[in-house]
């Protein structure tokens, strides 16, 4: 089954005031009702959250779709299951815009000792806490995921 078949295209990209929150919450109701796919709308920040993921095996591929209208641009998001459970088993956005964390490189959580990330914005662009800690740079706590 192709990823065009499985996802109806949204003609009406809402706007919301936390769209990074926005698009984990999607991708947290695709895994609860066991969703092979799932669409998010286009942002370079969204973009480089599921690349990370997908770097660090949490998604198994993601496709950028309508490119040629920017209205419309969006992603698609395949995701990730081993034997019938899903690889994510939690994600969860920690910097919020009404409070943002922000931590030095020496306070980065480990995730379930390692098993799960954080993801960072920092001024080298998105990165693991294992990066961070490793680059000794800090920066904004987007989300958990494990």
């Known amino acids: 089954m192709s990823l065009k078949t499985e996802i109806k295209t949204n003609k009406n990209n809402r706007v919301t005031s936390d769209p990074l929150a926005d698009c984990l919450t999607r991708i947290r109701n695709a895994i609860t009702v066991n969703k092979t796919a799932v669409l998010v709308p286009y942002s370079r920040l969204k973009a480089e959250l599921i690349q990370l993921l997908q770097t660090e095996g949490f998604i198994k591929s993601y496709e950028v779709i309508n490119n040629d209208n920017p209205a419309m641009k969006s992603i698609v998001i395949e995701l990730k299951y081993y034997q019938g ?55 904004e706590m987007l989300c958990l995921v494990w």
Do not use: F, H, M, W
């Not at 994600?91 to 980065?108: A, M, N």
């Not at 995730?111 to 990066?131: A, E, P, Y």
């Open 85 to 139: 459970q899903s690889v994510i088993k939690g994600i969860k956005r920690v910097s919020k815009p009404g409070l943002r964390k922000y931590v030095k490189s020496k306070y980065v959580p480990r995730v379930l000792n390692g098993l799960g990330i954080c993801v960072l914005s920092t001024n080298i662009g998105l990165v693991t806490d294992r990066k961070a800690r490793a680059e000794k740079v800090g920066g």
